[in-house]
């Protein structure tokens, strides 16, 4: 239970730098919000290659290295396109920290759920 509230909270401390990176009044523009795409596409295919791949622990898995590989494309994505916004000056730098900010927080939560709840499914 305690894992649980954990997570929610730096999920909400993570999302509160991102609306932070739109809200003040010295950025107001919202084209950070783009990265909750990121937020939403991240854990999609760890979830779909732990439901297709069977459970046997081989040393390789291509199912689940295509997970990782596409996993690590969205996450260096989220990362990649505030920095590119800041380059052409569609955000300032101090939302795109904002946003950095974010972004860590949120991807450290969503990997904490996966080491937390990861392991086994009850419902098999």
Do not use: K
């Amino acid at each position: 239970m305690g894992a649980l509230v954990g997570l929610s909270f730096s999920g909400a401390i993570g999302l509160t730098f991102l609306l932070l990176s739109c809200a003040l009044e010295q950025y107001g523009v919202y084209w950070p919000l783009f990265v909750l795409f990121f937020y939403v596409l991240a854990p999609i295919p760890t979830f779909i290659s732990r439901r297709l791949s069977d459970d046997s622990d081989v040393a390789s898995n291509a199912c689940r290295e295509l997970a990782y590989f596409l996993t690590t494309g969205i996450v260096v994505s989220a990362f990649a396109l505030p920095i590119i916004m800041a380059r052409r000056a569609v955000i300032q730098l101090g939302a795109c920290g904002l946003v950095m900010a974010g972004n860590v927080v949120i991807f450290l939560t969503i990997l904490g759920f996966f080491l937390g709840f990861g392991g086994g499914d009850d419902f098999s």
